[in-house]
């Protein structure tokens, strides 16, 4: 992707702010190398704004809220950093707060749609950049509003579940090696606890209590409290409550395809989506598309189709917030809720 943009020099320091490079350094009355051309410079401004490097301000911000948010935040927003350098390295340019406004958030996202990415981590992307644009401003740095205005549609993940049938069919296999054995059982405990793979992973003697499994789970800092099915049980049986493996997840996902591949689960699955702003269609196999988070989706939507407890009973477990954010996650199809709505007594006689 070509931008044309002037080349127009900045100075740019920040007295706030001494971990930001000046837009030159003068020593011994020599002036050092200038700064690249700023982004937001494609009209010359009669007042000149003072931003900062953006890809700075938010590495000293996601630093100093690592201990408290975690570390897949901090995962979140190097992945940003390293697209927006790879975007300033395109275009040699570099992006302040005041940069990112209305004309770079379309550039960006059609750099991002270049690099062959799905739109659903591109809009992913664009709402990591959008809050900590903010988050400068609030902060008192120079932004330019017309930031806001830039969105792009929401594109609905294609994600699988497995139904009752299908985890029971997993949980009684036996043609499986003890370490596929303890990893299945580890999956069969996601697919009946809701958790993230960071918790079910993590699960030990301390955590199960008088029937219920009390939790504090790792990415939002919440205890729940989830009461034990009875496979959960035999597994925790079997395992004297020492169910954690120290499998990172990428390991646990290559085994769980391959147990799942030898259960048989080969329903063909075709599914389309957005991917560098074209529509791309893809056909496989269920255990293709099987992955440790699948258990989770499988505890909310099997949970919900039983029809035997509320949306609000299942979040308590699952730690979703919103309807909005639930309903977008379980996974239900049109088939499901037509069986749902024909099952109603103003479809019978």
């Known amino acids: 992707m070509e931008i044309s943009i002037e080349k127009v020099h900045l100075w740019n320091f920040t007295l706030k702010e001494n971990m930001y490079n000046a837009a030159m350094i003068l020593v011994n009355d020599q002036v050092e190398e200038p700064l690249k051309k700023d982004y937001i410079n494609h009209d010359i401004q009669k007042e000149l704004k003072y931003g900062v490097v953006f890809s700075d301000f938010i590495e000293n911000t996601i630093i100093r809220k690592r201990k408290r948010m975690g570390d897949s935040y901090m995962s979140n927003y190097h992945t940003l950093i390293y697209h927006l350098n790879n975007f300033c390295k395109k275009n040699d340019c570099v992006i302040y707060t005041n940069s990112v406004n209305e004309t770079f958030l379309d550039d ?18 664009l709402s990591l950049a959008k809050a900590m644009i903010k988050k400068a401003g609030n902060y008192g740095y120079a932004v330019d509003v017309t930031w806001d205005d830039v969105d792009i549609e929401s594109e609905p993940s294609f994600s699988i579940f497995l139904s009752m049938n299908e985890i029971t069919r997993i949980y009684y296999y036996d043609n499986l090696t003890k370490k596929e054995k303890r990893i299945r059982d580890l999956f069969i405990l996601g697919c009946l606890t809701g958790m993230r793979y960071s918790d079910y992973s993590t699960l030990a003697t301390n955590n199960f209590r008088e029937g219920y499994i009390h939790k504090l789970t790792q990415k ?18 079997r395992y004297d409550g020492q169910i954690e493996f120290g499998l990172c997840t990428q390991h646990f996902n290559r085994y769980i395809k391959k147990i799942c591949k030898k259960v048989g689960l080969r329903d063909i699955i075709s599914y389309s989506y957005m991917r560098g702003g074209k529509i791309v269609s893809e056909t496989k196999e269920k255990w293709e598309m099987i992955s440790s988070h699948t258990a989770r989706r499988s505890f909310a939507t099997n949970m919900y189709l039983t029809q035997r407890m509320t949306a609000f009973q299942i979040m308590s477990i699952t730690g979703h917030t919103t309807e909005k954010s639930f309903f977008r996650y379980i996974r239900i199809q049109q088939e499901d809720i037509s069986k749902q709505i024909a099952g109603d007594i103003i479809f019978r006689k």
Do not use: A, C
């Open 108 to 125: 960006f996202i059609s750099y991002l749609q270049e690099e062959n990415l799905k739109q659903g981590y591109i809009k992913g992307i």
């Open 220 to 237: 939002t800092k919440k205890q729940v409290i989830i009461p034990l099915h009875d496979y959960v049980r035999e597994i925790i049986n």
